[in-house]
């Protein structure tokens, strides 16, 4: 026995795997034309945004443009050079906080940390040194 024959389809019927004309994409066009929304600014983002923005500027008699950072930095120090006590206290803790960056001991840390390591990496392959009782000693305490 033969199966009766399906009666055939129209091109535009809809249904699984087959959306509607009107409403399947374009050429050209995203799945999502709105896209993802951004995240939202933070304080912080926005005053370095502030600080980084240009400013015109007379410097020794010249015009530039120098960043809002720069500027209020210079501000300070004229003021603190003018004897305005808190401007001193504030470029006073910036140098400070500067040198402490500067002064980053981190690389001298990592080869104090290499020789040590180096050294108990040969402590071990050499177990016949005359050390190998302090450690049980060590273990004990």
């Known amino acids: 026995m033969s199966r009766p024959k399906r009666p055939e389809r129209p091109k535009e019927s809809v249904g699984y795997k087959n959306p509607p ?24 983002y926005e005053f370095a945004r502030g600080l980084r923005a240009t400013v015109p500027a007379v410097i020794d008699g010249k ?3 120098i960043s809002m950072g720069e500027a209020i930095a210079k501000k ?8 305005d006590v808190r401007s001193a206290v504030l470029v006073q803790k910036a ?4 040198e402490k960056e500067r002064d980053n ?7 104090e940390f290499r020789k040590r390591y180096a050294a108990n990496e040969a402590e071990d392959r050499n ?12 273990e004990e305490n």
């Open 95 to 98: 140098v400070q906080f500067g």
């Open 76 to 83: 300070h120090i004229n003021k603190a050079a003018s004897g």
């Open 63 to 65: 015009h530039r443009r």
């Open 21 to 44: 004309r009107h409403a399947q994409f374009k050429p050209g066009q995203s799945g999502n034309p709105s896209g993802r929304p951004k995240k939202p600014k933070t304080l912080a």
């Open 127 to 138: 177990p016949s040194s005359p050390n190998k009782g302090d450690d049980d000693q060590r």
């Open 105 to 111: 001991n981190l690389p001298l840390l990592l080869d």
